[in-house]
């Protein structure tokens, strides 16, 4: 199966970017996802990017992936203390039923 | 607005107790997952279903089964809780294929097992 994998921490100052990487092994994955999960809930879809892209943005949310490389990366500019989460990547396949592979999440702290 | 519940968001159990966590969709989405969530592990597939009565397993089902008799409701059920089943369980729901319409959560049970 897929293997995803994320750093598990991040500290970034408020107003400065943080970035965000995950890289993938199988590069046959369709759609490539990030989730934010704030304390005590659920995930929620921030953004996502077809596998044939190079590039989304979204506000203030970039979405980089380079499929030669196996990498997709979140940059998120001006950093707020609500940013302070963890961050998921995930991948969808066509052929698996739509199954998704998570990676480890990256918790992001914020520091005013 | 895709809704996804589960039952209870707190729980707490004794060793060798039978635990039932259940989960609802009001989309109509054919697939349903189970994950449990730890530090550092990132989230773990238990199991998920893309029917009625049908049923797949995940990463690690071991300790764990799934019942899905009506589309819109999910159960994953411990048959004898052990202290290693303490965790965060996420249910997750999403249409059959791939698509933009992505996977929606419920909040989260946690289970701690006693």
């Known amino acids: 199966g897929e293997d995803v994998e994320q750093s598990l921490f991040l500290s970034v100052r408020e107003g400065d970017s943080s970035v965000i990487n995950c890289t993938y092994t199988?590069?046959?994955?369709?759609?490539l996802y990030w989730y934010k999960q704030e304390p005590g809930a659920g995930l929620q879809l921030l953004t996502y990017i077809f596998s044939n892209m190079d590039m989304k943005q979204d506000q203030r949310l970039t979405v980089l992936l380079n499929k030669k490389d196996k990498h997709l990366s979140l940059r998120i500019a001006d950093t707020q203390t609500g940013d302070s989460a963890i961050y998921f990547c995930?991948?969808?396949?066509?052929?698996?039923?739509?199954?998704?592979?998570f990676g480890t999440g990256t918790s992001l702290t914020v520091i005013p | 607005d895709v809704k996804v519940t589960q039952s209870s968001r707190y729980l707490v159990k004794r060793t060798g107790e039978k635990v039932f966590l259940e989960c609802v969709q009001d989309?109509?989405?054919?697939?349903m997952f189970w994950y449990r969530q730890d530090p550092g592990l990132g989230l773990r597939l238990i199991y998920f279903?893309?029917?009625?009565?049908?049923?797949e397993k995940g990463d690690i089902p071991e300790g764990y089964s799934v019942s899905r008799e009506k589309k819109e409701r999910f159960s994953l059920i411990l048959e004898s809780a052990s202290t290693n089943q303490t965790s965060m369980y996420l249910c997750a729901s999403s249409l059959l294929a791939p698509s933009t319409d992505t996977q929606y959560f419920g909040p989260g049970t946690r289970l701690t097992v006693l």
């Open positions: 199988d590069s046959s994955s369709t759609y």
């Open positions: 279903s893309y029917d009625v009565k049908m049923k």
């Open positions: 995930a991948s969808s396949f066509v052929c698996s039923g739509n199954q998704f592979y």
């Open positions: 989309m109509d989405h054919e697939n």
